[in-house]
């Protein structure tokens, strides 16, 4: 019997070994931790060699004062810094383009409003006065965007009537959707006022949504109601424009 009872003291022996060496396991875990920290210091000493590093860069002006032969890799080290000046250049010609936009934002040019979607459609006035999408690219597809506060108003830029040109509105068609027609221009008509908004891009011409009392111009290639203006609500905007100049506008001038 005292065989058997002596026979668990070596077991909680051994069970307080393995309690003691997993605290140490434990302990040299957090002993690494501590030598990474403390060993931090050490990497201090890096900006040892750093100022011996910046001695040979202090040492390289003075070598290119003399102009030697010898120092010609760190005269093409210089060059390269050169370099990167002249890629900025490069961003003149979306300079040019956006200078271009902003006198057609100012109703300086008459234009044409091409669908992003279908490269062969503009807008254009039909002959009931609706404004569609069509193949005519001619004086029925011109159109001047006049500033008016924050919006635009977009004006026929051949059609006149009555000697004055006509606006761009939207029109209720009962439980159809609206459509655009022309109309006598009337500045302080809110269906008259166009949001004018830049959609973000890459490359490329910039690209343009065109809104009325937060109804936005669509078309829809398989639709069956031509172009029309909609909330877009849970819906993404399909329908963008790019503004091709047809020259100075020539609007009519009034008295």
Known sequence: MRRFVTLPLPVRVAALGAVVAGLALTQGCAGTAAADTIGAPPAAAAPDAAPDTAAPDTAAPDTAAPDTAAQGKPAAKAANPAAKPAAKPAAKPRKTKASADKAILAGLRQINLNLVQDPDGT??????????????????????????????????????????????????????????????????????????????????????????????????????????????????????FIFTDRGAAKLPTLG
Do not use: M
Request: with cysteine.
């Open 123 to 240: 807008l254009s006035v039909d002959r009931t006065g609706r404004v569609n999408l069509a193949d005519d690219f001619g004086s029925r597809a011109l159109f001047v965007l006049v500033p008016n506060g924050k919006t635009h108003l977009i004006k026929t830029g051949k059609i006149t009537k009555g000697g004055e040109a006509l606006c761009v509105s939207l029109k209720r068609n009962g439980t159809k959707p609206l459509t655009l027609v022309t109309k006598t221009c009337d500045a302080g008509d809110r269906w008259q006022q166009w949001t004018i908004e830049a959609q973000k891009g890459r490359s490329g011409p910039v690209k343009y949504a065109l809104s009325s009392c937060s109804a936005y111009i669509q078309w829809f290639r398989y639709g069956t109601s031509g172009v029309i203006a909609q909330e877009l609500g849970d819906d993404t905007l399909n329908t963008t």
